[in-house]
């Protein structure tokens, strides 16, 4: 199984900023893709960004130049640095894994248990 452990979220004022951490662990065997999703109160889970085996990247518009995604291809860990925070990032982030486990031919998605951000005003 694959256990995704995440740090970094907590309470910060607009303009701020925060750095969440996502460590995977467990029989990968090769990883797709690696990911921050959000889920503020009453909405849905969305994308944030994503980071993909090659390198590259895509965020969501609404954070893009504020934040970066990296990742430690060695530690299996993905990093999301938040600048310039706003309210409206206020949500409960959580790290997502698209990858491959031992003894298995499908490609799976896995999510951590979830950080909140909270940014006040």
């Known amino acids: 199984q694959v256990q995704l452990v995440e740090s970094g979220g907590g309470l910060v004022q607009a303009g701020g900023s925060l750095r969440l951490s996502c460590g995977a662990s467990g029989s990968i065997t090769s990883i797709n893709a690696m990911g921050w999703y959000h889920q503020a109160p009453g909405k849905q889970r969305e994308l944030v960004a994503r980071?993909?085996?090659?390198?590259?990247?895509n965020y969501v518009d609404s954070v893009k130049g504020r934040f970066t995604i990296s990742r430690d291809n060695v530690k299996n860990t993905v990093y999301l640095q938040m600048n310039s925070l706003k309210p409206e990032d206020t949500a409960v982030y959580y790290c997502n894994l698209e990858g491959q486990l031992a003894g298995s031919k499908y490609v799976a998605r896995y999510w951590g248990q979830g950080t909140q951000v909270t940014v006040s005003s």
């Open positions: 980071i993909f085996r090659g390198g590259s990247t």
